[in-house]
């Protein structure tokens, strides 16, 4: 907090400095090598108490708990994506299975996110009215590299 002030107060001063020395300049021919040489001034006190902040202040440890939490914070996101994911695959199949006139409940897909990021369905379970009917649409749609479960729903 002390550098941020004693560095809010070098500006202000060095801004009260460049207002005189621009009013008071001999001519328009110093101008340019005025403005680099206050610009100049204006950088290093803005960045002099920074660099003069003793890091050792700042504990090894706060920066572990920050990196733990943000990987807790990655993988809670990850499973809120995959829980979203795993949601709509299940609301498409019944979608699918009811435009083909077989009512379902209780459908579940299973999803896999791999290290590059690409998600893959990898399993449908479901409780269907034509049991045999459902498994070859969602084949025909799903391709062969998905496990699919159908069951005889219970009314």
Request: charged content about 20%; aromatic content about 4%.
């Amino acid at each position: 907090m002390e550098q941020l002030r004693t560095s809010v107060t070098s500006a202000c001063f060095l801004s009260c400095a460049v207002a005189i020395a621009g009013m008071l300049r001999p001519g328009k021919r110093l101008d340019g090598q005025l403005r680099f040489l206050f610009a100049l001034l204006f950088v290093v006190s803005l960045v002099s108490p920074f660099l003069s902040m003793d890091l050792t202040a700042f504990p090894a440890q706060a920066l572990t708990v920050q990196e733990t939490q943000t990987q807790a914070l990655e993988e809670a996101a990850q499973a809120a994506l995959l829980r979203n994911a795993e949601n709509a695959c299940a609301q498409a199949v019944t979608d699918l299975l009811l435009a083909q006139g077989i009512t379902c409940a209780d459908v579940h897909a299973s999803i896999h996110i791999d290290e590059d990021g690409r998600i893959s369905l990898t399993e449908v379970e479901a409780a269907c009215s034509d049991p045999a009917m459902a498994v070859r649409i969602l084949r025909d749609a799903l391709g062969e590299g998905v496990e699919l479960h159908a069951a005889q729903l219970v009314e």
